[in-house]
């Protein structure tokens, strides 16, 4: 079965031991920007327009800069265009789906209300709409695993939308770098 870790810039991916990761059983894709601790990437997704090319390792990069495109209604998901809600993290599983993984695990994505987002435009999302956002964007991830049989997880265990999977990669104790 195709694995992949997701990767986005939550706090969490301080919690995660990336010398533990088995490369061998999980492909990597990080979201909007390169997580430096990861020893392999092979993927990079990215819905804002503004990201500039980084240094990505031999990676593909999927974003509208890219030849992408991203569709913000339905369900269709085909070569060079995903569907996606409210964050790249939507794109993201879009993308894994079309290359066929079917065990998704994420890390970094939390997609807890109550944040206020700053946008590449300058412009704010309220508290009180970043839990309809947030809500949203969960449900629609959930949803669209569900119509093409993908099992998707987390490493958080405070997570509490998505089933918490453990595969040995946390650190214990103060260590929060």
Known sequence: MKKILIFGRSPFINKIDFNKIDYRQYDVLCINTLIPQCKT????????????FLETKGCEWVSINTGWEFKNEGYIIKEKCLCWR????????????????????????????????KHYDGSMTSKIMSFQICNEEREFIKEICQKNSVEIFTLNKENDWLQFKDI???KHGNKEN
């Open 41 to 52: 990437v092979n993927y990079m997704v990215s819905v804002d327009e503004p990201v500039k």
């Open 86 to 117: 409210h964050f790249s993290s939507s794109a993201a599983v879009s993308f894994a789906i079309l290359r066929g993984y079917k065990e998704i695990l994420l890390a970094g994505i939390d997609l807890i209300g109550g944040t206020i987002f």
């Open 168 to 170: 040995g990669v946390i």
